[in-house]
């Protein structure tokens, strides 16, 4: 697999100055208040494994508007435990009960957030999008609603993320100051989201992150789903700025230079779905303390489970390695191995 993009060189040197729209934050402001946060609803279910329990969780998110998710916990755990939050890749759902193990074997909290509308990929899901918009979008999500942001499918998922990160706060169980949040491609834009709208998270892991630097995904990517965009303005010609204007409240870039989260990102050099540059870019930006994890030959893959074990050794610095019962302990050599780049 040939390089898809900048070498990592000039990733490095590649720092595009993009300015956020005036209202940008007033707009999150608005739209965070209009979807005020509800309590969590928890039902425990029969997962068949001896070591882990699985409750189906409700959450309101956008407009009140019910999330489903998993929460994963080791079974007999006393806590408070730590909790890692994820948000999930372009097309997943939240799966089966016993799937998704790594974090809640490794003695922590697993809240995992079911995305709206979507599960038709690798893994099923159980949230609806009822939300119509005009027609003529590509199939997808990134074109869906692109008219206005108060409109776009992404305003309604980044609201459902932060509320279940929140949400996340209020279970019992977990401690509300160990929340780490992370992400796979979409789920890695959605966690720079997250880190930008809720302040006071523990940490923050962005793997190989979707909607950075959006334009310039949309005209050097080769594969989807930054073809979406390609495909409609190929179509809709008279809507380059718009279309642009509209997702640029939704860029990860925005959300990155207000986070104030430690980070640990993976960018992948051969990734021909998230560039690497759209990536460095995000990266760049990021206000809080980061470092960088890049796999120079891989590609949207990114470090698969190499880069989850740096991944733990991050949370384990960050909200502690749990003892068996549950409770934390500190283990400072267990930094992270990703190196800070600048």
């Known amino acids: 697999m040939p390089l898809t993009d900048l070498t990592l060189d000039d990733c490095l040197a590649y720092r595009p100055e993009l300015p956020a729209p005036a209202d940008f934050d007033a707009f999150w402001s608005r739209t965070l208040a209009q979807s005020p946060l509800g309590s969590p ?15 189906d969780v409700t959450v309101p998110g956008f407009d009140g508007r019910p999330i489903r998710g998993w929460l994963r916990v080791p079974a007999g755990a006393t806590g ?24 809640p074997a490794a003695g922590y909290a697993h809240f995992l957030m079911d995305t709206r509308g979507q599960g038709w990929s690798a893994a099923p ?42 949400a996340a706060r209020t279970l019992p169980g977990v401690d509300p100051d160990r929340i780490v949040i992370t992400g796979f491609s979409q789920g890695g834009g959605i966690t720079l989201a997250v880190a930008g709208l809720v302040p006071g998270l523990a940490g923050a892991m962005p793997d190989v992150p979707f909607l950075c630097h959006i334009r310039r995904g949309a005209e050097i990517a080769p594969q989807p789903p930054y073809t979406e965009i390609a495909q409609y303005l190929a179509l809709h010609r008279d809507r380059v700025d718009q279309a642009f204007t509209t997702l640029s409240y939704f860029d990860g870039v925005h959300f990155a230079a207000r986070a104030d989260a430690p980070a640990l990102f993976s960018i992948a050099l051969m990734d021909p779905i998230c560039p690497p540059s759209t990536c460095f870019t995000a990266y760049h930006h990021y206000a809080g303390s980061k470092s960088v994890e890049v ?35 500190r283990d400072r050599a267990h930094a992270p191995a990703g190196v800070d780049l600048g």
């Open 125 to 166: 899901g159980d949230t609806d999008d009822d939300a119509s918009g005009p027609s003529g979008t590509v199939p997808g999500f990134l074109t869906r609603g692109i008219e206005r942001p108060e409109t776009h499918y992404y305003r309604r998922l980044i609201t459902d993320a932060v509320r279940w990160t929140e």
């Open 80 to 103: 408070p435990l730590g909790c890692v939050v994820e948000f999930l890749g372009y097309g997943r759902g939240r799966g089966l009960a016993h799937e998704n193990l790594l974090y």
């Open 295 to 329: 796999y120079p030959f891989n590609g949207h893959e990114g470090g698969g489970p190499a880069h989850q074990r740096l991944q733990l050794a991050f949370v384990h610095d960050r909200i502690g390695r749990p003892a068996p019962d549950g409770t934390r302990t």
């Open 41 to 55: 609803v928890l039902r425990p279910v029969d997962n068949g494994l001896a070591l882990i329990d699985t409750y």
